[in-house]
Structure formats: C-alpha cells, structure tokens
C-alpha cells in the first residue's frame, strides 16, 4: 500500500538550513512523483519543489530556486529536501506527497496521498 511519511522539521534561525526526509512505502518506487508542499498560517497550500522520479524532472518553486534541492536515495526509498539560507516567510508545516501520474507539476490537487506533515519554523 502506498504511502509516504516525513520528518526533519523543526525550528531554526535566518539563514539556517534543514533537511526534510521523505520515506516511500509501496513498490516501483522509480515510477512515482514526489512532491514537497508547505502551508503556512491562514495561506493555501503551495507546491514547493516536486520531482519525477521516473526521469528526474524537477521543479522549485520561485520563491525557494537556488536555496532548496530536492533529492532521492533509491536504496532507501527516500526524497529529501535540502533547505539552506532558510528565512521567517518559509515558515509552515510541509508535507510530502506521491502521485502516480503527477509528473513534475508541483500542484496540490494531483497528488493524492499524503504525509501528515513536519513543522519548519524560522526565527528571525
């Protein structure tokens, strides 16, 4: 059965990095897509950086290009989200998501199975 959990998150300062882990249960594992969203205090969920682990497409999303990577450990069944120079506006619980078919589109409603979240907390 499919499904993803995620860790990693926790509270920093301006400039500080974290790295968020993904863990994947089900097979054909290079075959999914993974995303990693984030919701902050009365704001929509947004798409943060998701790849397509069946080619390695990736995608970040404007406000995270040059600062997040997203990567994967096959063996472990794992995408990660490495977040540097991490700032108060990325502040919000993230999740993990996999869809079958999603592709690199970094959109909330094609994903359908989700974590169930990790605070990521930036003080200033």
């Known amino acids: 059965q499919l499904a993803v959990a995620e860790s990693g998150g926790g509270l920093v300062h301006t400039g500080g990095s974290l790295r968020l882990s993904c863990v994947i249960s089900?097979?054909?594992?290079?075959?999914?897509?993974i995303g990693w969203f984030r919701q902050a205090p009365g704001k929509e969920r947004e798409g943060v950086s998701c790849?397509?682990?069946?080619?390695?497409?990736?995608y970040y999303g404007d406000a995270v290009k040059d600062r997040f990577t997203i990567e994967r450990d096959n063996a472990k069944k794992t995408v990660y989200l490495q977040m540097n120079s991490l700032v108060p506006e990325d502040t919000g619980v993230y999740y993990c998501?996999?869809?079958?078919?999603?592709?690199?589109?970094?959109?909330?409603?094609?994903?359908?199975?989700w974590g169930q979240g990790t605070q990521v907390t930036v003080a200033s």
């Open positions: 790849i397509d682990l069946s080619d390695g497409e990736t």
């Open positions: 089900g097979d054909a594992f290079d075959t999914y897509s």
């Open positions: 998501a996999l869809d079958l078919a999603a592709g690199a589109q970094c959109v909330v409603y094609l994903f359908d199975h």
